[in-house]
């Protein structure tokens, strides 16, 4: 599914490293959203949109090989990075070591699963639009940096920057890479609601319905 912006392929990347603290620290992914596992709400969304899909995580739990995606583990070194920019640096070296450098990824977090179905289109025009390396999601008033689609200059400049700063924030990540910000509409529904907590996902339960 290439876009405008490349004859690439562009794959998809879904971070799901965390645990959910207000959750009882269990697997966010695996969280129940009407009926089914908050991952595969996510996985749907992105399906149309990218030629391949990958899964950074470092659990060890089987339900992550069910879907018979490739499974990225955050790397380890003397200073890593953290959060999710641990996941983003597994990701970028993983595409390097396939020899995909080329191609175009877009990252999205588990906890969202409410994700625009234009999402990599309207991304990859920006981005060419703006001859930019990266771009990334905003709304409401927010910004959304880990919902982002980056090119290879992109991820090689970010691992040049995380080998000397690994504790670069993701915003300020966004601001020395000059990334474009992309606003998507928060009303009716916040594509990029973020599910923290019970009442999160509540809300989402009730726009799925």
């Known amino acids: 599914m290439g876009n405008q912006l490349t004859a690439q392929p562009v794959i998809g990347a ?9 959750f009882g ?13 908050l991952i595969e709400h ?21 339900r992550f090989r069910a879907y018979g995606l490739r499974i990225c ?14 996941g983003l640096s597994a990701l970028f070296h993983l595409l390097q070591d396939l020899d ?3 191609a175009p990824l877009l990252s999205v977090p588990v906890d969202t699963p409410l994700l625009p179905d234009d999402l990599v289109e309207r991304l990859g025009c920006t981005l060419a639009a703006a001859a930019a ?21 992109a ?36 594509p990029f609601l973020n599910i923290n907590c019970a009442e999160d996902l509540a809300t989402a339960e009730s726009l799925l319905r």
């Open 133 to 153: 390396t990266v771009a990334y999601a905003a709304s409401g008033g927010r910004d959304h940096p880990i919902v982002a689609l980056w090119t290879q200059d």
């Open 155 to 190: 991820r090689r400049s970010t691992l040049d920057l995380l080998a000397h700063e690994p504790d670069i924030s993701l915003h300020r990540l966004m601001a020395r890479l000059n990334g474009v910000r992309v606003t998507f509409a928060a009303s009716p529904v916040d």
């Open 73 to 86: 583990a955050d790397r380890r070194g003397s200073r890593p990075a953290t959060g999710p920019l641990a």
């Open 100 to 102: 995909q450098t080329c």
């Open 14 to 22: 879904v971070l799901a490293g965390g645990h959910g603290r207000r």
């Open 42 to 62: 996510v996985l749907e969304r992105l399906a149309p949109q990218v030629d391949d899909l990958l899964i950074n995580t470092n659990s060890d739990d089987v």
């Open 25 to 37: 620290m269990v697997e966010k992914a695996f969280l129940t959203l009407a009926g089914r596992p």
